[in-house]
């Protein structure tokens, strides 16, 4: 049985995956991944409310060691949700919401289709009873 596939602003949905206008299931995957995470969530949090910070800003605000938001914070990079630069000594992190912009025209997209298809079932099943 082959699976629907349906087109969307920002990719196909098909068996369950999302598939990027590139093809690029891994990074759409790696980006579900990072904010799935709830310290990757508060580390995006922080920079969308500040903008950029620097690590040790970061390191201060969680309840946890350089080496731990460190590693955090390189996942959320490899995903494509954070931009570093480096400013003298340190290192400055920003948000980079493009990727989290892809995700929410998915979910949009299958929030309508989803709203569509019950509300037809609702007005079929008050058809069936009246």
């Known amino acids: 049985m082959a699976y629907s596939q349906f087109a969307t602003p920002n990719g196909v949905a098909s068996a369950g995956r999302l598939v990027g206008i590139d093809g690029n299931v891994k990074h759409m995957r790696d980006v579900c991944d990072a904010v799935g995470d709830p ?6 949090a922080l920079l969308a409310q500040v903008g ?3 690590l040790h800003e970061l390191v201060d605000s969680l309840p946890m060691g350089r080496t731990a ?3 955090h914070l390189t996942i959320l990079r490899e995903a494509g949700l ?3 630069r480096k400013a003298g000594r340190e290192i400055r992190f920003r948000l980079h919401a493009a990727p989290l912009r892809e995700i929410q025209g998915w979910n949009s997209y299958h929030v309508r289709f989803w ?4 509300d037809r079932l609702k007005e079929l099943l008050k058809e069936e009873t009246s």
């Open 69 to 71: 938001v460190s590693k």
């Open 82 to 84: 954070v931009e570093a």
């Open 39 to 44: 310290t990757g969530r508060r580390l995006l």
């Open 52 to 54: 950029e910070m620097p």
């Open 115 to 118: 709203t569509q298809r019950i």
